[in-house]
């Protein structure tokens, strides 16, 4: 199975700052990587596919790049909405395998 | 639009079965494989495996071989997931996940509302 690490696993930010998530994996997955948002007691939803593929509805100040096995996710301006956990999950074979998540938080 | 409604909360004890459901609509429901994932309280998320609407194969988790059947009914455009052999470890929320593209099996695009699972004696 592909391991998924995250770093760093939580973090605080202000309003306004910008925020960098990484997402590593055991071995090349080329560029078949997502990126979630979840909110507490809600179901994740999708962000980025292919690691940076903006999905529909997506605010622009997220943006994802990497490839082969480092992988980052960054916020440019950090918005009041925008404080949850992130995950990545990588697509390229299954089991499909998530990171560790990284949860955002209000300094 | 694509929404997923799974079924209510369960409470289960050690060695029991539990069968959770995900009624989909807004979308061709034997084009799209659905995912099911899941999630310990305050843990990160676990794929257990997914199914072809159209077809009823599946491919599961290692983890979950022997224990887990996902299965689906055409007509009611409903899937279900049956974990057995409950144990206090599989208390989780539950969400099962439409995958992003057609005929594919790679990304959990679309998720429902989750079930959560409470297995205790």
Same mark, same amino acid.
């Given at each position: 199975?592909? +391991?998924?690490? +995250?770093?760093? @696993?939580?973090? $605080?930010? /202000?309003?306004?700052?910008?925020?960098?998530?990484?997402?590593?994996? @055991? +071995?090349?997955?080329?560029?078949?990587?997502?990126?979630?948002?979840?909110? &507490? #007691?809600?179901? &994740?939803?999708?962000?980025?596919?292919?690691?940076?593929?903006? +999905?529909?509805?997506?605010?622009?100040?997220? @943006? #994802? $790049?990497? $490839?082969?096995?480092?992988?980052?996710?960054?916020? /440019?301006?950090?918005?009041?909405?925008?404080?949850?956990?992130?995950?990545?999950?990588?697509?390229? $074979?299954? &089991?499909?395998?998530?990171?560790?998540?990284?949860?955002?938080?209000?300094? | 639009?694509?929404?997923?409604?799974?079924?209510?909360? =369960?409470?289960?004890?050690?060695? %029991?079965?539990?069968?959770?459901?995900?009624?989909?609509?807004?979308? !061709?429901?034997?084009?799209?494989?659905?995912?099911?994932?899941?999630?310990?309280?305050?843990?990160?998320?676990?794929?257990?495996?997914?199914?072809?609407?159209?077809?009823?194969?599946?491919?599961?988790?290692?983890?979950?071989?022997?224990?887990? !059947?996902?299965?689906?009914? !055409?007509?009611?455009?409903?899937?279900?997931?049956? *974990?057995?052999?409950?144990? %206090? =470890?599989?208390?989780?929320?539950?969400?099962? %996940?439409?995958? *992003?593209? =057609?005929?594919?099996?790679?990304?959990?695009?679309?998720?429902?509302?989750?079930?959560?699972?409470?297995?205790?004696?």
């Amino acid at each position: 199975d592909i +391991q998924m690490t +995250q770093s760093p @696993s939580s973090l $605080s930010a /202000s309003v306004g700052d910008r925020v960098t998530i990484t997402c590593r994996a @055991s +071995q090349s997955i080329v560029s078949y990587l997502n990126w979630y948002q979840q909110k &507490p #007691g809600k179901a &994740p939803k999708l962000l980025i596919s292919a690691a940076s593929s903006l +999905q529909s509805g997506v605010p622009s100040r997220f @943006s #994802g $790049s990497g $490839s082969g096995t480092d992988f980052t996710l960054t916020i /440019s301006s950090l918005q009041p909405e925008d404080f949850a956990t992130y995950h990545c999950q990588q697509s390229y $074979s299954t &089991p499909l395998t998530f990171g560790g998540g990284t949860k955002v938080e209000i300094k | 639009q694509v929404q997923l409604v799974q079924s209510g909360a =369960e409470v289960k004890k050690p060695g %029991a079965s539990v069968k959770v459901s995900c009624k989909a609509s807004g979308y !061709t429901f034997t084009s799209y494989y659905m995912h099911w994932v899941r999630q310990a309280p305050g843990q990160g998320l676990e794929w257990m495996g997914i199914i072809n609407p159209s077809a009823g194969d599946t491919s599961y988790a290692q983890k979950f071989q022997g224990r887990v !059947t996902m299965t689906r009914d !055409t007509s009611a455009r409903t899937v279900y997931m049956d *974990l057995s052999s409950l144990r %206090a =470890e599989d208390t989780a929320t539950y969400y099962c %996940a439409t995958d *992003l593209h =057609e005929f594919s099996s790679s990304s959990p695009g679309n998720w429902g509302q989750g079930t959560l699972v409470t297995v205790s004696s």
